[in-house]
C-alpha cells in the first residue's frame, strides 16, 4: 500500500481520536452573536481539519463507496431540512428565518459530512475501540473535575478549578462558561465540571454511562479476560457514577435508568429481576437525591407537570423555570403545527414565532428569552422548525442506526470471534440510545457534537461486528448466550 495513504489513515485517526477526547470540554468553546447563538467548541476545530483531511484523501484516491443504510438517512434528513427552509420563505417570507435558516442548512451540511467521516473512518474492530477509550478518558476528566467541584463548593469552601469565571475574564467574555456558585439545590451547589450548566455535564457524560454499565452488569456468557481490557476498573466505574449523579439532574437519573434497561434488552438479559433491580437502583438514587437537597429534588420533579398546555402555571415558584420554558415552547411549538402541520415554521423560523405567538403568562416570569433560539428541546424543535415530516424522519434516522446496531450485537453474542469488541459495541449504542432520547428531551442543538459523534460510532457497529466475527471463529456457536438476568 501507498505509505502516504497510511500516513493520511493515521491523521485521520488521530483526529477522530482528538474530537473523542475533547468532545466533554466546552467551556472552552469560542461564541459570538447574540446570546452566544454561534460557537465552536474545541472538537469543532478538530472536526474541520478531519473533513478537510478527508476530502482531500477521496480526491486523491477517487474512490466512492456505496452508501449505507443509515448514510442515505442522513441525507433524506439534510433534504427535508432544505425543503422546509424553502417552504418558510414560501409561507411567511419572514426575513428572520432566511437569515437564520441558511446558516442551519449550512451547519446541517457541516452534520452530513461530518457523520460520513467518521462512520467510514471508524469500520473496524482497533479503530472503534480505540476512539471509544478516548471517549472514556475525555469523560473520566470530566467526571474527576466534577467530583473535586463538588467536594471544593460544598465541603472545602473553596473555587480551586472548581468555578471557571476566570476563563470568560481572561479571554475577553468570548467564552462559554458558568459560575458554579449560582445553581444551588437547598444549599448544595451543583456539579457542572467543564460543561455549561449540570444537565449538558450529564449529557457528556452519557457518552461513556454505557461502558460503565457494562462494567457494573457484565454478561456471563463473555469471560473477564475478554472485556477487562477495554472497560473502566470499578473503582473507577463508582467514581463516574457518583460524579454523575452529583447533578442533581432529573434528566440525568432519567438517563442512567434507560441505559440500565437498554443494556439489558440488548443482551437479552430482560425478566422480571432485571425490571425490579433497576427499579430498586432508581428508588435508592432518588431517595439520596431528595434527601441531600432537603426534599428540593421531588419538589423540582413535580414541576414538571407544568409543561402540559392545560396545566395550571406557578409561574412563582423556585424551581420551576425549565418546565415553564418549555410550555411556552410548546406553545409556540403547536401555533406552527396548526398553520404548517407538514414543515413547521421552517429551518431558522423558531425564534421569529415565538416573538409572534409568545403566550400571555410568560410575560409575568423573566424567562421570556429562555431558550428563544432553540426550543429548549430536540423534539421541540425539530416539530416546530420542520413539522411533523421532519420530526418523523430524524427520529426515525435515529431509531434505524440505533435498531442495526442492536440487531449486529445480538447476531454477533453466540460467536466468540466477536466478544473482545462486543463489549465496546454494546456501551455505545447503550450511550447513543441514552443521548437520543436524553437530547429529544433537553438538549435542543441540531449541531452538538458528542451527539453525532456518538450516533456515528453507533452506526459503524454492524461492520464492525462483522468483521469481529469474520476474524476467526474458532469453535461452534454458545448456545443460548445472554439468557441469565442480572
Given at each position: 500500500m501507498d505509505t502516504r495513504v497510511i500516513e493520511i489513515d493515521n491523521l485521520t485517526s488521530k483526529l477522530i481520536f482528538a474530537i473523542a477526547?475533547?468532545?466533554?470540554?466546552?467551556?472552552?468553546?469560542?461564541?459570538?452573536?447574540e446570546g452566544g447563538e454561534s460557537k465552536i467548541e474545541p472538537a469543532h476545530v478538530f472536526a474541520f481539519i478531519l473533513i478537510a483531511v478527508a476530502m482531500w484523501e477521496g480526491?486523491?484516491?477517487?474512490?466512492?463507496?456505496?452508501?449505507?443504510?443509515s448514510e442515505k438517512a442522513m441525507l433524506l434528513?439534510?433534504?427535508?431540512?432544505?425543503?422546509?427552509?424553502?417552504?418558510?420563505q414560501i409561507y411567511y417570507g419572514w426575513p428572520g428565518q432566511l437569515i437564520k435558516g441558511y446558516k442551519q442548512v449550512i451547519g446541517f451540511s457541516f452534520v452530513v459530512v461530518f457523520f460520513f467521516t467518521v462512520r467510514r473512518h471508524v469500520n473496524t474492530p482497533k479503530t472503534?475501540?480505540?476512539?471509544?477509550?478516548?471517549?472514556?478518558?475525555?469523560?473520566?476528566?470530566?467526571?474527576?473535575?466534577?467530583?473535586?467541584?463538588?467536594?471544593?463548593l460544598n465541603l472545602l469552601n473553596v473555587n480551586f478549578l472548581a468555578d471557571w469565571q476566570w476563563v470568560d475574564e481572561v479571554f475577553g467574555h468570548t467564552f462559554d462558561y458558568w459560575y458554579a456558585t449560582e445553581d444551588f439545590m437547598a444549599g448544595l451547589r451543583r456539579v457542572n465540571s467543564f460543561a455549561s450548566e449540570p444537565a449538558g455535564y450529564c449529557q457528556y457524560l452519557l457518552a461513556a454511562l454505557g461502558l460503565v454499565v457494562f462494567r457494573f452488569f457484565p454478561p456471563p456468557f463473555i469471560p473477564r479476560a475478554t472485556w477487562k481490557a477495554h472497560l473502566p476498573s470499578l473503582a473507577m466505574a463508582v467514581a463516574y457514577l457518583v460524579a454523575f449523579l452529583l447533578s442533581f439532574s432529573l434528566l440525568g437519573l432519567i438517563g442512567l435508568m434507560i441505559a440500565l434497561l437498554s443494556h439489558n434488552i440488548i443482551l437479552k438479559r430482560i425478566n422480571s429481576l432485571t425490571l425490579i433491580t433497576i427499579l430498586i437502583i432508581g428508588m435508592a438514587a432518588i431517595s439520596a437525591l431528595n434527601y441531600f437537597t432537603g426534599g428540593i429534588f421531588l419538589d423540582k420533579t413535580a414541576t414538571m407537570t407544568q409543561i402540559m398546555p392545560d396545566a395550571g402555571r406557578e409561574t412563582g415558584g423556585d424551581y420551576a423555570g425549565s418546565a415553564l420554558v418549555l410550555a411556552m415552547h410548546l406553545e409556540v411549538t403547536l401555533a406552527g403545527l396548526q398553520q404548517n402541520p407538514v414543515l413547521g415554521w421552517g429551518v431558522g423560523g423558531h425564534p421569529e414565532a415565538v416573538e409572534r405567538e409568545l403566550p400571555a403568562w410568560i410575560w409575568n416570569t423573566d424567562l421570556v428569552e429562555a431558550n428563544a433560539t432553540d426550543a429548549a428541546s430536540l423534539a421541540l424543535r425539530l416539530l416546530s422548525e420542520m413539522g411533523l415530516l421532519?420530526?418523523?424522519?430524524?427520529?426515525?434516522?435515529?431509531?434505524?442506526?440505533?435498531?442495526?446496531?442492536?440487531?449486529?450485537?445480538?447476531?454477533?453474542?453466540?460467536?466468540?470471534?466477536?466478544?473482545?469488541?462486543?463489549?465496546?459495541?454494546?456501551?455505545?449504542?447503550?450511550?447513543?440510545?441514552?443521548?437520543?432520547?436524553?437530547?429529544?428531551?433537553?438538549?435542543?442543538?441540531?449541531?452538538?457534537?458528542?451527539?453525532?459523534?456518538?450516533?456515528?460510532?453507533t452506526s459503524a457497529v454492524p461492520e464492525v461486528l462483522k468483521q469481529g466475527k469474520a476474524s476467526g471463529i474458532n469453535g461452534p456457536p454458545v448456545e443460548n448466550a445472554g439468557s441469565k438476568s442480572l
Open positions: 477526547f475533547c468532545l466533554p470540554f466546552a467551556i472552552f468553546s469560542f461564541q459570538w452573536g480526491a486523491k484516491r477517487l474512490s466512492f463507496q456505496r452508501l449505507a443504510t434528513c439534510m433534504t427535508v431540512v432544505c425543503a422546509s427552509f424553502i417552504s418558510a472503534l475501540i480505540r476512539t471509544v477509550t478516548w471517549i472514556w478518558r475525555g469523560c473520566l476528566v470530566l467526571a474527576i473535575l466534577g467530583l473535586w467541584q463538588s467536594i471544593a421532519g420530526f418523523l424522519i430524524f427520529t426515525a434516522t435515529f431509531a434505524l442506526i440505533i435498531w442495526q446496531a442492536v440487531r449486529a450485537i445480538q447476531g454477533a453474542m453466540q460467536h466468540p470471534a466477536a466478544w473482545e469488541v462486543l463489549p465496546i459495541c454494546t456501551g455505545i449504542t447503550v450511550a447513543s440510545i441514552s443521548m437520543v432520547l436524553f437530547c429529544l428531551a433537553r438538549s435542543p442543538s441540531y449541531f452538538a457534537l458528542v451527539f453525532w459523534f456518538v450516533l456515528a460510532l
